[in-house]
C-alpha cells in the first residue's frame, strides 16, 4: 500500500460497464458464483449482467474489488477488444457505499428499450475528457444532458439541455418529439452528451445514429471520468454529481458532498431544502410531502423511529453502522 492509499478513506468503490457480448453460460455462472466471491472478499454493491454486457458499482476492500473485477475478465469474452475497453471509475470512501451486494439479470444493462441501439455494433465519438471543454466551449455544439432531471438538479455542465425526463426509457420519445426539432431549427454541426459514467450517452449515442443524427459525440468515463482529470479551475462542472449509492453526491473532488436522500421518495435535497418546514426526517420533505397519505406518513415516521434505534445500539457496539441512505 502506498502512502497516499494509506491516508485514503478505507473502501474502495469501483464503477464499471462494459458494452461486450455475454454468453448464456457465463451470465449464468456469474450469476451463480459473483454473490460467493463478494462475501468471501468483504464486496457490497449491485452488478447487471444481460447478453449485451455488464454494468456494476461495488466498494469494498481494494483486493475485494479487484478480485470482482478479475473475476468477470476471465468469464467475460476473454480477450475481447469489446471488454478491454472496459470502464472503470474509481474513487474513495469511509464507509461502504452499499448495504449488501447483489449480481442481477436483466434484458439490458441500461434500459433503453430500443433493440437498434447496439453500442457493440454502432457506437458515436468518444471524447477524451481533456478534449470535452473545447468541444462544449464551441457554440456550434448542442450538448445534452441524458440523466434524469432529478440528477440534473444536483449539478451538470454548464449550458446543456436538460431533456427534463424521469427515466431513461423516456429519452427516445424526447428525441422524436422535442430533440429533433431543435436540431432542425438550429442546425447544430454537432451533438454531444454526457451521463454519469458513460452508459447511458454511449448507448444514447448509438441510438441517435440509428434515427439518422449525424456527428454524435460521447463524454468518455461520463462525468466522474472528467472530475477525476479535469482540474476544478479548468472544469465547466457546476454542482455535484448524484451517484446511484449511500454516498449520494459527490464534489469535484469524488468526495461526498452536501446532498443527501429524502428516505419517503429517494429524491437528493440540498442543505437548504432539508432546513425548510416541509422536511421531515425520512417522512417527507418538499418533493414528496404532497404524495404520501397521512397513514404512509405514520409508518415512514415509525420507520425512522426504529432505524434510529438501530444506529444508537449500533454506535454503542463494537462496530459501527454505515449511514442508511434511502
Not at 444532458?145 to 423516456?170: C, H, I, L, M, Q
Not at 442543505?271 to 422536511?279: A, C, D, K, T
Not at 417522512?283 to 404524495?291: G, I, N, P, S, T
Request: charged residues 25%; glycine residues 8%; contains cysteine.
Amino acid at each position: 500500500m502506498t502512502a497516499a492509499q494509506a491516508d485514503s478513506p478505507g473502501f474502495l468503490v469501483a464503477a464499471f460497464y462494459a458494452f461486450t457480448p455475454v454468453s448464456a453460460s457465463d451470465l449464468e455462472s456469474l450469476l451463480r458464483d459473483l454473490p460467493g466471491l463478494a462475501s468471501s472478499e468483504q464486496v457490497v454493491g449491485s452488478v447487471l449482467l444481460a447478453p449485451e454486457g455488464v454494468n456494476g458499482t461495488i466498494s469494498g476492500p481494494d483486493q475485494g474489488v479487484k478480485a470482482i473485477l478479475e473475476c468477470l475478465r476471465a468469464r467475460i469474452t476473454l480477450g475481447s477488444a469489446h471488454f478491454e475497453r472496459l470502464q472503470i471509475k474509481r474513487s474513495r470512501c469511509r464507509r461502504p457505499a452499499f448495504r449488501r451486494f447483489k449480481a442481477r439479470r436483466k434484458r439490458e444493462i441500461v434500459s433503453l428499450g430500443q433493440p437498434c441501439a447496439d453500442p457493440r455494433r454502432n457506437v458515436g465519438i468518444y471524447v477524451d475528457p481533456c478534449n470535452w471543454n473545447e468541444l462544449v466551449d464551441d457554440p456550434d455544439t448542442l450538448v445534452i444532458d441524458t440523466r434524469n432531471a432529478y440528477e440534473v438538479a444536483v449539478g451538470s455542465f454548464v449550458g446543456s439541455v436538460d431533456p427534463e425526463t424521469e427515466s431513461f426509457r423516456e429519452f427516445p420519445d424526447w428525441v422524436e418529439q422535442h430533440l429533433r426539432p431543435l436540431v432542425e431549427r438550429t442546425a447544430p454541426a454537432r451533438i454531444a452528451m454526457f451521463c454519469t459514467g458513460g452508459i447511458r450517452c454511449e448507448k444514447a449515442s448509438s441510438f441517435l445514429q440509428q434515427r439518422g443524427f449525424p456527428q454524435v459525440h460521447h463524454l468518455q468515463g461520463g462525468i466522474l471520468n472528467y472530475l477525476e482529470q479535469v482540474p476544478e479551475e479548468q472544469s465547466r462542472w457546476k454542482g455535484e454529481c448524484f451517484v446511484f449509492d449511500q454516498r449520494v453526491a459527490l464534489n469535484h473532488q469524488l468526495e461526498p458532498g452536501q446532498h443527501k436522500l429524502c428516505h419517503a421518495c429517494g429524491l437528493p435535497l440540498t442543505p437548504q431544502q432539508r432546513e425548510l418546514e416541509s422536511y421531515i426526517p425520512g417522512v417527507q420533505c418538499l418533493h414528496c410531502k404532497d404524495r404520501f397519505s397521512d397513514a404512509d406518513r405514520a409508518r415512514f415516521a415509525m420507520r425512522q423511529s426504529q432505524l434510529r434505534q438501530g444506529l444508537s445500539m449500533a454506535s454503542s457496539g463494537s462496530q459501527s453502522m454505515p449511514d442508511r441512505q434511502g
